[in-house]
């Protein structure tokens, strides 16, 4: 009898309560509009910090503010095993990997130049002939997506919208702001340096600059920055990086030592004008600047399609060129970043409002510790030359093919063959390129070699060959791939570079925040090309067309 109660009671309170969760259903917005208010957010940004190593996240996390890095990191999604999948590490190759999700292999950015063997002649990756530039006369304007193969999430948000969304590319570096932007984007704009000083365009997105970019450009901001560089805090408290003057650091043009302060005004004449501040943080904090100014300006992130806006900052990859990984040049410029970054936060968070926008942060490349400096510590690094190969190759070729010729170009780690005189001469390709395999795997400081014959015909599913073989693309690329050992670059003996497939390079931050991204953090590998993906999941687009690459899972809602 008391069970026949009990179980009553059980029952009554089960309807009930499903019948108040059914109540609760009903009054969720129903109209797609409604839900796409719920659900999708009113902006992405995507931000791209040009030659940023994984830990610089954790090295210089000490004196980050509250609001920047560790805003993203603390409320965010931290994938904290980030890599690229393919070699060369490169900004073009870097920037079209992230947006396009898949590697050069597909999206056929090879390189920033790399040798076009039906045209013979080195290109850059962004040029283009067939537009004029904006708001310069300038060659610098001469840039579009051209030669960019596949689609890029913006372009599919394009797509997807009509074109209504809103979508545009800003960076000091053109390919920077291009390669993201896509190819159906409103507008791209990269900075001209020189003696403007200008943030420029090309007629591939529009015939003049926006009154608010001539206006940004007349603004005297960009004269305000020409003025000393110190460091933020004491000098003496950059703990994280070597002494301020050492061996392996190269002073601008004017200047006898790499050390602080720098008299930017005074040696802008020497060091290309306004073009000095690229290889300052002052150059980052423009461009955070510019990026506020096109957030206002574009209503962007304003009404119920989501727009998308594609930052890249790069004086990080310039002061690590001249400075290095090491340099509290370095150091100082990712402190002032972080207050870079958190302005731009709180300009989101005043004109979209918190939690109404999506922010993706990860980098184009890494960087190796300088190759002089490693050796001071014992580690194995070194100098590479590569026209010293190439002039050992020829010889050889020379001596045991009789023609020196075949060696067309040597560029990116590849060589490229004068198809022309294999076939005149009747030699095989294959016998050609694992002829010079051979000779290259014994040649000093060259640790893996791989034919073109090899990469066409073989599926390298893990290690350096998988890594060779995404960023190998059939028509493109040359016709043997050589890799240095680790810590051996072609650089001059001042600053850090990158390129590589080791780790330095390939493991870069990669942090989701806001609108429809989940709170914590994973240490399993994720790859470069998953980002595209994952941004189109969260948006409910298709993905870019080349895409190979998956949704980051636990990354979303
Ligand atoms: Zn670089």
Redesign the pocket.
Same mark, same amino acid.
């Given at each position: 009898m008391k069970m026949r109660i009990v179980l009553f009671l059980l029952v009554a309170v089960m309807v009930s309560c499903a019948s108040l969760s059914r109540k609760r259903d009903y009054q969720q917005p129903t109209t797609s509009q409604q839900l796409s208010t719920v659900e999708k957010p009113k902006l992405v940004v995507g931000i791209v910090v =040009?030659?940023m190593r994984y830990d610089y996240l954790t090295r210089f996390n000490d004196r980050y503010t509250d609001d920047g890095f560790k805003r993203l990191m603390r409320d965010g999604f931290n994938c904290k095993n980030n890599h690229y999948n393919f070699v060369p590490t490169? @900004?073009a190759p870097g920037h079209a990997s992230i947006y396009t999700g898949t590697s050069p292999m597909n999206n056929g950015i090879i390189g920033n130049n790399w040798y076009d063997k039906f045209e013979s002649k080195s290109i850059y990756n962004a040029s283009d002939d067939s537009v004029d530039p904006v708001g310069t006369t300038s060659d610098d304007g001469k840039m579009s997506p051209r030669r960019l193969l596949t689609t890029t999430v913006t372009d599919e948000l394009e797509l997807h919208t009509q074109g209504r969304a809103k979508v545009v590319g800003i960076s000091i570096k053109d390919r920077g702001a291009i390669l993201p932007a896509g190819h159906a984007a409103d507008a791209a704009y990269w900075f001209e340096g020189g003696d403007a000083g200008n943030f420029i365009s090309s007629t591939f997105y529009m015939n003049q600059l926006p009154q608010w970019v001539n206006d940004f450009n007349a603004s005297g901001v960009l004269a305000s920055y020409m003025k000393e560089w110190n460091t933020l805090f004491p000098i003496n408290t950059y703990t994280a990086s070597g002494s301020d003057l050492n061996e392996f650091e190269k002073p601008p043009k004017g200047k006898e030592t790499a050390t602080f302060p720098y008299e930017l005004q005074r040696l802008s004449k020497k060091n290309g004008g306004y073009s000095l501040l690229k290889g300052t943080p002052y150059g980052n904090s423009i461009v955070a600047d510019f990026a506020i100014q096109a957030l206002k300006n574009e209503n962007m992130g304003m009404d119920e399609i989501t727009d998308f806006l594609a930052v890249s900052f790069s004086s990080t =990859?310039y002061v690590? %060129?001249q400075y290095g990984v090491n340099s509290v040049e370095l150091e100082d410029t990712y402190l002032r970043l972080d207050r870079d970054i958190a302005r731009l936060l709180k300009a989101l968070d005043d004109q979209v409002g918190a939690g109404n926008y999506t922010v993706f942060l990860t980098a184009d490349h890494g960087a190796v510790n300088n190759p002089a400096y490693l050796q001071s510590r014992g580690v194995n690094a070194g100098y590479f030359n590569s026209r010293d190969l190439e002039k050992f190759l020829k010889e050889q070729l020379a001596t045991d093919l009789g023609n020196e010729a075949i060696l067309k170009e040597v560029s990116n780690g590849q060589l490229f063959l004068d198809y022309e005189i294999l076939k005149s001469s009747r030699m095989e390709q294959n016998y050609v390129q694992q002829y010079l395999a051979d000779l290259m795997v014994n040649y000093p400081q060259i640790d893996k070699v791989y034919t073109r014959n090899a990469l066409m015909n073989t599926q390298f599913t893990t290690g350096t060959g998988a890594l060779v073989q995404n960023g190998f693309h059939h028509k493109r690329s040359g016709d043997v791939v050589y890799i240095l050992e680790p810590g051996v670059i072609s650089y001059s003996r001042t600053g850090s @570079? %990158?390129g590589s497939s080791q780790s330095y390079d390939t493991h870069v931050p990669l942090l989701f925040y806001g609108a429809g991204i989940q709170n914590g953090s994973t240490a399993d590998r994720t790859h470069i090309i998953d980002i595209a993906p994952t941004i189109s999941s969260l948006l409910g687009i298709s993905f870019p067309n080349g895409a190979t690459g998956n949704p980051i899972v636990p990354v979303l809602k």
């Open positions: =040009d030659q490169y @900004t =990859d690590g %060129h @570079t %990158h």
